[in-house]
């Protein structure tokens, strides 16, 4: 196995100090290596961990695959990522979270951790066989309807209290489905003027004040996907203030672009939670910063190009997010290092108990490590991405920040800002 | 120089006072025996319609011959278009084709925004989904500076449906350039909280139409489809009457000049009486008419000059 | 809205450069010609009878209403005026920007039977005075038809000569005629020869 010695790297923003990768671990620096990096400049995090990634195989391999997918997030900077179930078929058994699992381990360049379904078919109507998924090879934690709410209370409480038995955690994707029926994009002012049908942001606050109340009387824990308003910032203040175990994602568009973009009737805007207003992405950004709302989570909905270049109201919602979000992150808190490595690293990586993940680059930990390149600036190019699809809000944005090199277990994936394999 | 027309926001006063202008001239030509001027010989005008609507596109179809142009009608019935062409691949086609203008009807909001993106003609909103329909807009105040003989400072009352109606957005946004009052009446529920942040921030709300008719010039009525009954917006067909309707004792509230507009279909009865419908200061009938003379202008406007 | 009010064809915009100046007509000459139109017309028509002026917009409008008033101080009779816009019968409107339409007025009792005098300030290819026996075809039917303006710069395209002319100008075509009417661009009356300077 290779070793690799960083001369110069900035650890979690740190002063300047020699990191040394030997046998999959962080050593202790001194003695050679067969490779050497200069790190000069360059910030040295622990590898980055998405809660929140689809993946699309099996079912829509044209939009991505597990490997592409990969791929893509290991150029972001990631070492491990949650695939949603929302695949075709739904990895609603412990046989389609064990082929999404084998396909991760096969491409090798991120840990791919499959998320499984709540409900059968993500139907709403019965429980998927949740502990099957658990005790599978995948090891499944996180189980997520993601695409559609949990809307039934009682199901809900049901999956909170029956998943305490494996230490399982649920992740809503918090929607009151009839109070969005045909919803195109936030409901505001700028849907008013474009004629499409809103999504009121109390749908989404008020399935987070029903889950965090029922979590709260069944003691169980529950993640909140993708939390888009500033409305659902207060409502989780709240219920943690009470004590309620309770973790809340928000993505990285969610933090930079607002409602005001659908005026293009650009589908590339469409995405489910909506983009919400200005204030609202303020309240997202202080809620990031206070702990409010514990982590970033992508969101990465690769989509074909048919289902993006047509009408807005038929496109499919999603953006791809992998590739952009260290960088939008960094634009949005500045160079906080500590607070980006606990947003995007460690904290998601104790949610979805992923050991070796979300470490402090301390001697001995496993060296999945992410070097980036702060004073880089990019452009975006939909075209240069490694996803399969392209559907990126940011093309033509210049972000900062760049991933030179990612490890995982001291495996380079990305070396010279290039996917190794 | 305005390329499409997608929007009555695309309109500024003075261009929207020009095509008003322009489709006077339109219909005092339409009022002679020669109907047919030699003005876009050699341009082609498509009508890309994807909602049966024989009225507008009828009105369209009038407007491009009466100004020489070819006219191709490519309707969503007995077409690619029905088995499941894309928007992008059926713009390809129409720009292949060499349309030098896409008249589109959609149900979808914002689609022709995006048609305006994939080809090189100009493009002219028809009514696209509950978004907008500026030549209705256009043609509801030709004829209201028609009969009244001026827009600046007019009260116009639109009731009804407001959050699901084309009309009322773009007459709405037209009307505000234009100077005219704009009160939005109907049940809460149908009109956006936010309709004057949204669209202008002269226009006023009222839930109440019998407050509103004694200062109102003008009384435009919006289809109200009964489908928005199961939908809880209201109670029932009745009771929206009752509250919302435009009966003969609320037409005598009106003062003596005002008129009472509908930009069809009517649903007789619900939101408008027939004695209403038929009364000598409904404009139904020549809002038709003044259609052609309107998008005669449209036409010209985009089509009458260099590419 | 750029909106070009140009009156005439293959005006090709002048370049950026020093042009010269020349006028070429001062406000009394402008006076004593539209008095010899008048009395011209006077001569041919027998007295004006059944005569109508239709001023083609914009500054043919104002003139034809001139010749109705001279006409009218010299032997008290009432010529009818009316104005007829061509924009929509233009062959060259692909050249330039969407021209703003002007209107047309005809006199109570219409053209049919009539003699029609067009009015335009300047002859040029002939190619609006085309325009506009198409558009008087649509709109009636005059018994016949002639054509009056206040300078003729040469370089027809079309076989089409004025009845009355005003001044005959020798032209290059880089040179431009510029016209100007109280009633519609203020100040004094003048017609100048604008082009480039060697
Ligand atoms: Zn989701």
Not at chain 1, 96 to 124: F, K, M, N, S
Not at chain 2, 58 to 67: D, G, N, Q, T, V
Not at chain 2, 174 to 191: E, R
């Amino acid at each position: 196995m290779t070793s690799y010695l960083i001369r110069g790297a900035r650890i979690l923003g740190g002063e300047p100090a020699d990191l040394l990768i030997r046998d999959g671990r962080i050593a202790e620096p001194g003695g050679a290596a067969d490779e050497t990096i200069d790190g000069t400049g360059l910030v040295a995090l622990p590898g980055l961990v998405d809660l929140h990634t689809h993946l699309r195989e099996p079912g829509r391999e044209d939009a991505e695959t597990v490997e592409t997918g990969s791929r893509a997030a290991a150029l972001g900077g990631y070492t491990a990522v949650c695939a949603m179930a929302n695949t075709s078929p739904v990895a609603d058994t412990a046989g389609v979270v064990e082929q999404v699992w084998r396909l991760g381990r096969e491409a090798g360049l991120v840990d791919v951790q499959p998320i499984g379904a709540v409900t059968v078919g993500l139907a709403g109507e019965r429980l998927a066989e949740l502990g099957a998924m658990a005790t599978s090879a995948a090891t499944v934690r996180i189980f997520s309807d993601d695409g559609q709410c949990v809307a039934d209370p009682r199901l809900m409480r049901r999956a909170l209290e029956y998943v305490k038995a494996f230490d399982g955690v649920i992740a809503q994707h918090a929607e009151e489905p009839r109070l969005t029926e045909g919803a195109q994009m936030h409901e505001g002012e700028v849907s008013t003027r474009l004629g499409l049908t809103g999504w009121p942001a109390v749908a989404e606050e008020a399935i987070i004040a029903r889950d965090v109340l029922l979590a709260e009387h069944v003691g169980s824990r529950l993640h909140v996907c993708h939390v888009s308003t500033a409305g659902s910032v207060e409502v989780l203040r709240h219920a943690k203030a009470r004590g309620v175990r309770v973790t809340a994602e928000v993505t990285p568009h969610h933090l930079l672009l607002t409602d005001e973009l659908a005026a293009s009737y650009d589908p590339v805007y469409k995405v489910n939670p909506p983009l919400r207003t200005a204030a609202d992405v303020q309240a997202l950004r202080e809620a990031l910063v206070e702990g409010v709302i514990d982590i970033v989570a992508t969101d990465h909905a690769p989509h074909a190009v048919e289902d993006k270049e047509c009408e807005w109201a038929y496109a499919r919602p999603g953006m791809l997010g992998l590739e952009t979000a260290l960088p939008i992150v960094l634009s949005v808190l500045g160079e906080r290092w500590e607070l980006i490595a606990d947003r995007m690293s460690r904290t998601p990586a104790r949610i979805a108990g992923l050991d070796g993940h979300g470490g402090s680059l301390a001697v001995g930990d496993p060296a999945n490590v992410t070097l980036v390149d702060p004073a880089a600036r990019r452009q975006v190019d939909a075209a240069e991405l490694a996803s399969r699809s392209r559907n990126t809000p940011y093309a033509g944005m210049t972000l900062p920040g760049r991933i030179v090199a990612t490890f995982l277990r001291g495996e380079a994936t990305v070396l010279d800002g290039k996917a190794v394999k | 120089m305005i390329r499409h027309l997608l929007s009555a926001a695309d309109l500024d006063a003075e261009t929207a006072t020009l095509i008003l202008d322009t489709a006077a001239e339109m219909a005092a030509l339409a009022g002679r025996e020669v109907k047919k001027l030699p003005t876009l010989r050699g341009r082609t005008v498509v009508n890309l319609f994807y909602e049966d609507s024989t009225r507008t596109r009828i009105s369209f179809e009038a407007a491009a011959k009466r100004l020489s142009a070819d006219v191709i009608n490519f309707s969503a019935k007995g077409s690619s278009v029905s088995k499941g062409e894309s928007l992008k691949d059926t713009a390809l086609t129409l720009q292949a084709m060499g349309a030098d203008a896409v008249v589109i009807r959609h149900p979808a909001s914002g689609a022709p925004h995006r048609l305006s993106s994939w080809v090189d003609g100009s493009v002219v909103n028809a009514g696209d989904g509950t978004h907008e329909h500026p030549t209705q807009a256009l043609l509801d105040a030709y004829t209201m500076r028609a009969r009244l003989g001026r827009l600046d400072g007019l009260n116009v009352a639109i009731v009804g449906d407001v959050l699901h109606s084309r009309v009322a957005r773009s007459n709405v946004l037209l009307l505000s350039t234009l100077g005219a009052n704009v009160t939005l009446v109907g049940p809460p529920t149908l009109i956006p909280v936010d309709i004057a942040a949204a669209l202008s921030k002269t226009t006023r709300v009222s839930y109440d139409l019998d407050s509103v008719l004694p200062d109102a010039d003008v009384v435009m009525m919006l289809r109200v489809q009964t489908e928005r009954m199961q939908d809880s917006y209201f109670p029932s067909a009745r009771e929206y009457a009752r509250r919302y309707g435009l009966d003969v004792p609320r037409m005598r509230k009106l003062p003596e000049h005002a008129i009472v507009m509908h930009p069809g279909p009517m649903n007789r009865g619900m939101e408008i009486a027939p004695e209403v419908a038929d009364s000598p200061r409904s404009t139904i009938v020549e809002q038709v008419a003044n259609g052609v003379s309107a998008r005669m202008a449209v036409l010209y406007l985009l089509l009458g000059g260099k590419a | 809205m750029a909106y070009s009010q140009a009156a005439h064809p293959p005006s090709t915009a002048l370049p950026d450069v020093p042009a010269s100046e020349k006028v070429i007509l001062s406000a009394a000459d402008i006076q004593r010609v539209v008095d010899r139109i008048a009395h011209q017309i006077l001569e041919k028509t027998s007295g004006a009878t059944g005569t109508v002026l239709l001023g083609i917009p914009t500054r043919g409008v104002p003139l034809a209403r001139r010749l109705a008033a001279r006409i009218h101080a010299f032997e008290g009779i009432d010529v009818p005026v009316g104005a007829l816009d061509i924009t929509l019968y233009r062959d060259d409107l692909r050249l330039q920007a969407t021209r703003a339409i002007g209107k047309t007025e005809l006199p109570g009792g219409g053209i049919d039977g009539r003699r029609v005098i067009l009015v335009d300030d300047v002859l040029y290819s002939g190619r609006t005075v085309r325009a506009a026996l198409d558009a008087l075809n649509d709109v009636g039917r005059p018994s016949s038809v002639q054509l009056a303006v206040l300078v003729d710069r040469g370089h027809r395209q079309l076989p089409i000569r004025a009845d009355y002319v005003g001044k005959n100008i020798p032209t290059a075509l880089a040179e431009k005629v510029r016209v100007r009417l109280a009633e519609c661009d203020g100040g004094t009356d003048e017609v100048k020869l604008l082009g480039r300077t060697a």
